[in-house]
Structures are given as C-alpha cells and as structure tokens.
C-alpha cells in the first residue's frame, strides 16, 4: 500500500509543497493521454481518504469515483492533457510528458517537489525524484493516478457516446475484440491514434 514515506523524506529536506504526477492512456488506440498533478496535504484530509488511496488499476469504478470527488474537495488538483494529434506527432512518451507539465502548471500554485510515476522524469520547474510503481507506494502518485484515471474514462464513455460501435465505454480506447470489430465495420476515427500500429495496419489495408 502506498504511503507517505517519499513525501517526509523531501519534507525533510525543506520542500513543502510535494505533488504527485501520475498519468492515464499510454496503450490505448484511441483518445488522448491524460495527466494529473495532486499536492496533499494531510492536515486537510482525513486518515479515512488516505487509507483508501492506492493505485487506479487495483480500485473498482465505484470506489475511484468517489475518491475522486473527494479528494477535489481536500487536496490541489492539477489535470493536463495531450491530444491525438500531439500523441502523434511527437510519440506518446513526449505527449505525457507534455500532459504532465499542463497538469503541473494547471496547480493553484506551484509545487516545490514532485514525485512521478515511471522512470523518466518530464521537464519540470521544480526539482523530481521518478519512481517505478510510484502509484502503489506514494500516496501522492496514487491520488494523482485515481484523478488521471478518472479523467480519462470520463473523457472516452462520452467519445463512446459521439462515436457508438467500438464499445469505447467499456473498453476505454484499449485494443479489445469489440474496439477492433468496430474498427473493422466503421473504419478510423478522428480519434485514433494513427501512428500506433494497429491503427497504421488498418489504414494501410484501406489504402491497398
């Protein structure tokens, strides 16, 4: 379980204001990369809330939504995204990093310190520490990674919704067998990512 060993050590170190940047949709086909920037601060949130924070992935839809809408109400929340167009044309690795500068310049005010999920950090105006599964042992990450996450689901059910037939509801833009069968009657959207394989197969095949 997360928890909030990183953020004392910079704590101790003088940094006060610590965010945590997590990001949703690198592997999608479809949709754009979503990033999140939260800055927590435990004074203001109950032990309740930080005891059910952890990584998206592992919480149901019911329970990130509500972990969502409270911790808008009890921490600093920061949203960026980068589009298709972006994700293609500068690759999805700059795209999220994009997507977390905007999440980061998006804050109330700017953090001191952050801690980011993954390996690589993007350019920030503050110094960063990148850690690999952040989401699963920084609280921080894990309450960046539940807005991110609920940002972009959010973001694809009402694609779904504009562009029905490829189940974008459920499957959140990911490459299942319903998101590929809509492909293969409907052909590519606006809102596919054309530089990623699959898609690039498609449209080749529709060029032949």
Same mark, same amino acid.
């Given at each position: 379980?997360?928890?909030?060993?990183?953020?004392?050590?910079?704590?101790?170190?003088?940094?006060?204001?610590?965010?945590?940047?997590?990001?949703?949709?690198?592997?999608?086909?479809?949709?754009?990369?979503?990033?999140?920037?939260?800055?927590?601060? !435990?004074?203001?949130?109950?032990? $309740?809330?930080?005891?059910?924070?952890? %990584? =998206?992935?592992? @919480? *149901?839809?019911?329970?990130?939504?509500?972990?969502?809408?409270?911790?808008?109400?009890?921490?600093?929340?920061?949203?960026?995204?980068?589009?298709?167009?972006?994700?293609?044309?500068?690759?999805?690795?700059?795209?999220?990093?994009?997507?977390?500068?905007?999440?980061?310049?998006?804050?109330?005010?700017?953090?001191?310190?952050?801690?980011?999920?993954?390996?690589?950090? !993007?350019?920030?105006?503050?110094? $960063?520490?990148?850690?690999?599964?952040? %989401? =699963?042992?920084? @609280? *921080?990450?894990?309450?960046?990674?539940?807005?991110?996450?609920?940002?972009?689901?959010?973001?694809?059910?009402?694609?779904?919704?504009?562009?029905?037939?490829?189940?974008?509801?459920?499957?959140?833009?990911?490459?299942?067998?319903?998101?590929?069968?809509?492909?293969?009657?409907?052909?590519?959207?606006?809102?596919?990512?054309?530089?990623?394989?699959?898609?690039?197969?498609?449209?080749?095949?529709?060029?032949?």
């Amino acid at each position: 379980m997360p928890d909030f060993e990183f953020e004392k050590k910079y704590h101790a170190q003088g940094f006060n204001r610590i965010v945590g940047i997590d990001e949703a949709g690198r592997g999608p086909w479809a949709g754009p990369v979503v990033a999140a920037a939260v800055i927590l601060n !435990p004074k203001n949130t109950n032990d $309740a809330l930080l005891a059910e924070l952890d %990584d =998206s992935k592992k @919480l *149901s839809a019911p329970k990130r939504d509500a972990l969502y809408e409270a911790l808008q109400q009890s921490a600093d929340v920061g949203v960026g995204k980068a589009s298709v167009e972006e994700i293609d044309t500068i690759n999805i690795l700059q795209a999220t990093f994009l997507a977390m500068t905007r999440a980061v310049e998006s804050l109330p005010s700017a953090p001191d310190f952050a801690l980011v999920d993954g390996n690589k950090l !993007p350019p920030l105006s503050c110094p $960063a520490e990148a850690i690999i599964k952040g %989401d =699963s042992r920084s @609280l *921080s990450i894990a309450a960046a990674s539940i807005i991110a996450k609920v940002t972009r689901d959010r973001i694809m059910t009402e694609l779904g919704e504009i562009h029905p037939g490829y189940a974008w509801e459920k499957n959140k833009g990911y490459g299942t067998k319903a998101h590929q069968a809509g492909l293969e009657q409907r052909g590519v959207t606006e809102h596919h990512r054309k530089s990623y394989r699959p898609i690039i197969n498609i449209l080749s095949r529709a060029d032949s």
